[in-house]
Nanobody, 123 residues
Framework: EVQLQASGGGLVQAGGSLRLSCAVS????????IGWFRQAPGKEREGVSC???????YYTPSVKGRFTISRDNAKNTVYLQMNSLKPEDTAAYYC?????????????????WGQGTQVTVSS
């Protein structure tokens, strides 16, 4: 059974940091691209970041320089380090996976999804 377990969300003040984790089981983690998406109330799901199976990162422009994605293949886990958080980063964050992701910002590229973890940034 494929499972993606996102965790690490919380309430933080603007300028603060959080680290999200996405623990994966049920498939060969090393062979999969892993993405992070977020969705705020009333808004569409937005691609935030992605890391390929080879470790190549992608960031949406609004988080570039503030967020860092990484993966630990030994732990089957992907991390999203979020620094200099802004109120507009407030959303439910989801991780997703697929073997080959050509358009990392497109949610339809991903077959597997985890549940969300809420990130709230207060001003």
């Amino acid at each position: 059974e494929v499972q993606l377990q996102a965790s690490g969300g919380g309430l933080v003040q603007a300028g603060g940091s959080l680290r999200l984790s996405c623990a994966v089981s049920g498939f060969s983690f090393d062979d999969y691209d892993i993405g992070w998406f977020r969705q705020a109330p009333g808004k569409e799901r937005e691609g935030v970041s992605c890391i390929s199976s080879s470790g190549m990162p992608y960031y949406t422009p609004s988080v570039k320089g503030r967020f860092t994605i990484s993966r630990d293949n030994a732990k089957n886990t992907v991390y999203l380090q979020m620094n200099s958080l802004k109120p507009e980063d407030t959303a439910a964050y989801y991780c997703a996976a697929d073997r080959v992701v050509l358009s990392p910002e497109d949610p339809y590229e991903y077959d597997y999804w985890g549940q969300g973890t809420q990130v709230t940034v207060s001003s």
